[in-house]
């Protein structure tokens, strides 16, 4: 459940009635790429995420949508307000205001109103993901262009706070995808689908993976010590802490090693390794040509 608090995240107090930007500004309540879809997606996305840690990140992160949502409410009100209808056939707000009068209702800027086709739950936790990241992007772009249409600084803060935001919610998500990823099969993501083909998700592939060396996949990630005879026959393990598979595999996967970095120079001279790759995994790095290193962090 949601605690209310009565008031909005940063403050909007507008003087001035401009009902034309109101026209532009009220698309991130109802068009394409605003806070109502945002949130709608997020809360919803949330429930077939495997891991707990994303859940947390979706559910956080829809709900300051809606305080978004809120905020943008507040300045398309305040735009809007005490007009004279001179000033709202003078702005071209006259349509709107047959349908609506001075209401806020969701729709985006060219009129639409707002639909749930503009957004997506997939129920693929990579899918999902990369579509935030995109949505998020998108979002920061249309408050970069409504930035353009305004010099009013009572107008502008509000909208650079929430620009801000979209930023930092995007990093939020590219962190939620980076740990997600950890946890899959570093070899292919896409293997499978880790909320949809597994009972409890991801920590069942994680567990039972190559376990003593049986029913060993070719393209199972063997994530530790225990898996290292699975590791050794399989070119296609990806290996995280075993470095005897590293060591044998010619297309191991390796993710991390702190010690390349010192040496990056040194080992592009000589190896294909995609540089920055190897977190964890000098060994790999050293005497694998081709190296196939994922989650790199440069």
Known sequence: MWVYEKKLQFPVNISRPDPKL???????IGGPDGEMAAAMRYLHQRYTMPLREVRAILTDIGTEELAHLEMIGAIVYQLTRNLSVEQIREAGFDQYFVDHTTGVYPQGASGTAFSASVLQSKGDPIADL?????????????????L?????PEVRKPIEFLRAREIVHFQRFGEALRLLQRHLNSCNYYQSNASFDHVRGIEIE?????VNGRNCDRDCACRSGHDRECC???NNCGCESNHNCCQQNRSCGCESNDNYYENANEYANEYTCNQGCCERSHDCCERD????????IL
């Open 148 to 152: 353009r249409l305004t010099d009013d």
């Open 130 to 146: 990369m579509e935030n990241l995109a949505a998020e992007q998108k979002a920061r772009a249309t408050y970069d262009n409504i």
């Open 206 to 210: 994680r567990n039972t993976c190559c």
């Open 232 to 234: 050794q026959r399989n």
């Open 289 to 296: 040509r081709d190296c196939d290193c994922e989650n790199t």
């Open 22 to 28: 109101a026209k532009a500004i009220i698309t991130q």
